[in-house]
């Protein structure tokens, strides 16, 4: 959702305020780990997608990322699938596994932290909705453990958008 907020008030015109994704006028266009746990207690996630993955689907082992430790709970219990948590070695943060043969593990915590020590080399990268949602000024120290993680011959989606910042209030165009 996306809009304009005009006034007058005792003759004095208001600042125009631009509605941001949440549908709210907080400024997101430097949200930091914290501010998306925010979100995330508010259920404000009208990002979903319903499918538990894409590439799951297509036979594919995905190992994924995500910050929000409630976002990663929910992700299993909506999915009915089992799990376990284990603590990670060296960065804060959580290991989710599915118990059940369900090729899926998620790392609970912030990307800047993930290393190929870490979780190894991928062949494939998807980032749908992650790189938009950093700060501006992360963007190339987010290239760089990118490129860590990627095999040399990978592959990587970046899934974003195009968008008119003067119009719509986030999260961040390219
Ligand atoms: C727009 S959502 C996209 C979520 C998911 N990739 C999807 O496609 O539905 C952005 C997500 O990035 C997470 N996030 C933001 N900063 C992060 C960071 N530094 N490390 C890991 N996750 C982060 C937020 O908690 C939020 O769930």
């Not at 015109?13 to 949200?31: S, Y």
């Not at 009208?46 to 990322?65: A, C, R, S, T, Y």
Request: hydrophobic share 35%; proline share 3%; aromatic share 12%.
């Amino acid at each position: 959702m996306s809009g304009m907020q005009n006034g007058t008030t005792n003759g004095c015109k208001a600042v125009e305020r631009k509605l941001n994704q949440f549908g709210d006028f907080e400024d997101v266009t430097n949200m930091s780990v914290n501010d998306w746990d925010y979100r995330w207690s508010l259920g404000q996630t009208k990002f979903h997608m319903p499918k538990v993955h894409p590439l799951l689907d297509e036979g594919h082992e995905v190992i994924g990322n995500e910050f929000v430790d409630s976002a990663c709970r929910q992700f299993f219990e909506e999915h009915n699938i089992p799990y376990t948590s284990t603590p990670l070695t060296g960065i804060e943060g959580v290991l989710y596994q599915a118990t059940d043969g369900t090729p899926i593990k998620l790392y609970r915590c912030d990307c800047f932290d993930l290393s190929s020590k870490l979780c190894g080399q991928f062949d494939c990268m998807w980032d749908r909705g992650g790189f938009v949602a950093l700060p501006v000024k992360d963007r190339t120290r987010y290239a760089r453990v990118m490129a860590d993680l990627m095999k040399k011959d990978g592959r990587y989606l970046l899934d974003c958008f195009l968008v008119d910042n003067s119009v719509f209030g986030g999260t961040f165009n390219l």
